[in-house]
T-cell receptor, first 113, second 112 residues
Framework: DQQVKQNSPSLSVQEGRISILNCDYT??????FLWYKKYPAEGPTFLIS?????DKNEDGRFTVFLNKSAKHLSLHIVPSQPGDSAVYFC????????????FGTGTRLKVLA | NAGVTQTPKFRVLKTGQSMTLLCAQD?????MYWYRQDPGMGLRLIHY???????AKGEVPDGYNVSRLKKQNFLLGLESAAPSQTSVYFC???????????FGDGTRLSIL
């Protein structure tokens, strides 16, 4: 049972345009969400997070939106740059004290120059 | 700044062999995790630890054992390797309070 889903395995975007990566979750107890970026042969690196008490969080070119009623979050990258080409994972955690972060399957973003 | 260091980076094993993967962090983090990454499966949690001397099972713990004898080290053991355990293994650590995880660069393990 996949509690965190990224239904788009890949996405291609032109440089300078907006990239939108989507993530859906099923567990209503999740209250903290993160996005990680992964380059080949490296470990994932933290990008941005959002708590369930917010519906938006921005950090430079990266914005995460959370729609709790739809159990959906999205990552917007504006403007997209070739260096953003990577695999993006969303992850979620709950407040039950389990300390576990559940990851989605990832979306491979390719930014075309 | 070393962060999270995984040893070894690559390894090839024969079915039935045993080995231990080492994860070391120098950030004084309480929580440590072992994940495996397989194509189309994302990162799946194998085991984790919430402090020195503690371990707990994740989503896919079968065939693996772990130990956290020292706060900075988290060991992942395969007692009898199977081809289904061919994967890339990532270790991560974090502080408390819902902070993000810091990952190592992974160990690529092939079991023939």
């Amino acid at each position: 049972d996949q509690q965190v889903k990224q239904n788009s395995p890949s996405l291609s975007v032109q440089e300078g345009r907006i990239s939108i990566l989507n993530c859906d979750y099923t567990n209503s107890m999740f209250d903290y969400f993160l996005w990680y970026k992964k380059y080949p042969a490296e470990g994932p690196t933290f990008l941005i997070s959002i708590s369930s008490i917010k519906d938006k969080n921005e950090d430079g070119r990266f914005t995460v939106f959370l729609n709790k009623s739809a159990k959906h979050l999205s990552l917007h990258i504006v403007p997209s740059q070739p260096g953003d080409s990577a695999v993006y994972f969303c992850a979620a955690s709950d407040a039950s004290g389990t300390y576990k972060y559940i990851f989605g399957t990832g979306t491979r973003l390719k930014v075309l120059a | 700044n070393a962060g999270v260091t995984q040893t070894p980076k690559f390894r090839v094993l024969k079915t039935g062999q045993s080995m231990t993967l080492l994860c070391a962090q120098d950030m004084n983090h309480e929580y440590m995790y072992w994940y495996r990454q397989d194509p189309g499966m994302g990162l799946r949690l194998i085991h984790y630890s919430v402090g020195e001397g503690t371990t707990a099972k994740g989503e896919v713990p079968d065939g693996y054992n772990v130990s956290r004898l020292k706060k900075q080290n988290f060991l992942l053991g395969l007692e009898s390797a199977a081809p289904s355990q061919t994967s890339v293994y990532f270790c991560a650590s974090r502080t408390g309070g819902g902070q993000p995880q810091h990952f190592g660069d992974g160990t690529r393990l092939s079991i023939l």
